[in-house]
C-alpha cells in the first residue's frame, strides 16, 4: 500500500474495473489498481467522479487535496474515519489542557534549542551566547506552565536575533525581527521563508491525519494553523541560518529589494534567485516537517491504544 502523488494539471480522474482511471490530454490513459493505494494526494485541480470518491470510500483509500497557494482551501476525504477522528479527539484534548500540551511542547522547545545552538555553533557564535542558550534549555526542563515555556523560548530568540545581527552586513539595515510591513531585506526573506514553510507544514498535518489547527505549543488563535506553527518551531534555527547565509555569501543583498512607505519589497530578479535557492532546499525540510508530523501522529495512536487497554482492563476487571 503506498501513496500517489498527482502532481500534473489538467487530470481527469475516474474508476473503472477496479482501477484508479487518469486521463491527462495528450497522453494514453492510464489505470492503477486502487487496491494498492492507501492515499492519493493531489496538488493541482483535477476532474474527479463521485464513482471514484465512492470507491475510495469504500476501498479505505484516502483523498487529499493540497492547494499551493492558498492553504486553506486544501482538504482531505478520508475514508477510515474512525480511526481519523479518534486521532483528532486525542489532538483536542492535548490542544484543550494544558497537563497534557505542557510535556510535548517542553520537548518541542529543548528541540528547537538545541538546533539554534548547533546553527550558531556553526557560524561561531559568542561562547557567551551559546552558554546562554544552554541555561534556556536548562530553565525548560523545570518549566511549569506553557507562558513560563514561552517565556524562555522567547529570550532564547531575542538572543539568536542578536548573533544573526552581529553577522549580517550592516548596510542591510537589519535590527530586530519585524513582520508586518518587514522594514529590511532580513526580515522581507525570514517573513517569506516562514511563509511558505507554514504550507508545507499544514499540508503534512492533513497528509498524516491531524487538524493543522489544533496546536500544542501555539494555541488555538482564529485564522492561524496552531500544529503547522509547531511543526516549524523546530526548523526555524536552520531557515533563519540559511537566511543569513545567503546575504553573507551575496546571493541576495539591496539591489534585490525595493523600499516604501509600505516596507520592503523582493524584486523580480531577486524572487528567481530566491526561488530557486528555495526549492532546492524544500525536499530536505518538508522530510522533517513529514517526520514531526509522523512522530505526533505515532504518539497519539499510543495515547488510543493506551486508552483502550485502560478499558479493557475496566471491563475485565483487572
Given amino acids: 500500500m503506498s501513496t500517489l502523488v498527482l502532481d500534473h494539471r489538467d487530470l481527469s480522474l475516474d474508476y473503472e474495473n477496479e482501477c484508479l482511471l487518469i486521463r491527462q490530454p495528450q497522453q494514453p490513459p492510464r489505470t492503477i489498481p486502487l487496491n494498492r493505494l492507501a492515499r492519493i494526494l ?22 487529499i487535496v493540497l ?21 483528532r ?41 551559546l552558554a546562554s542558550l544552554g541555561a534556556c534549555q536548562q530553565a525548560v526542563k523545570e ?6 515555556l514561552r517565556g524562555i523560548e522567547g529570550n532564547a530568540q531575542r538572543e539568536t536575533f542578536k548573533c544573526w545581527r552581529e553577522q549580517l552586513p550592516a548596510q542591510l539595515g537589519f535590527n530586530r525581527r519585524e513582520r508586518r510591513p518587514p522594514p529590511d531585506p532580513v526580515n522581507v526573506i525570514l517573513s ?32 492561524r494553523l496552531s500544529l503547522a506553527c509547531d511543526l516549524i518551531e523546530p526548523l526555524r534555527p536552520a531557515i533563519e541560518a540559511w537566511v543569513v ?11 534585490h529589494f525595493s523600499t516604501s512607505g509600505q516596507g520592503c519589497r523582493l524584486g523580480k530578479h531577486g524572487r528567481e534567485i530566491y526561488y530557486r535557492l528555495w526549492h532546492d532546499r524544500l525536499p530536505r525540510w518538508t522530510r522533517h516537517l513529514s517526520a514531526y508530523a509522523a512522530l505526533f501522529a505515532r504518539h497519539l495512536e499510543q495515547m488510543a491504544a493506551s486508552s483502550q487497554d485502560g478499558a479493557n482492563a475496566w471491563n475485565t476487571g483487572t
Avoid at 42 to 61: A, F, P
Fill in 192 to 223: 517569506l521563508s516562514f511563509t511558505l514553510l507554514y504550507q508545507e507544514a499544514s499540508r503534512q498535518s492533513l497528509v498524516h491525519g491531524l487538524d493543522p489547527w489544533l496546536g500544542i505549543y501555539h494555541q488555538l488563535t482564529p485564522g
Fill in 42 to 63: 493531489v496538488m493541482h485541480s483535477v476532474q474527479i467522479t463521485t464513482r471514484l470518491i465512492g470507491q475510495c470510500q469504500h476501498r479505505g483509500v484516502d483523498f
Fill in 67 to 87: 492547494n499551493g497557494r492558498h492553504h486553506e482551501h486544501s482538504f482531505a476525504i478520508l475514508a477510515c474515519h474512525q480511526r481519523q477522528a479518534a486521532r
Fill in 143 to 148: 518549566c511549569s506552565s506553557l507562558q513560563q
Fill in 89 to 129: 479527539v486525542l489532538q483536542y484534548r492535548i490542544a484543550s489542557n494544558e497537563v497534557n500540551a505542557l510535556p510535548l511542547a517542553k520537548r518541542l522547545v529543548r528541540h528547537k534549542l538545541a538546533a539554534t545552538r548547533r546553527c550558531l555553533r556553526r557560524r561561531n557564535a559568542d561562547k557567551d551566547r
Fill in 245 to 255: 547565509q545567503l546575504f553573507c555569501d551575496g546571493e541576495l543583498d539591496k539591489r
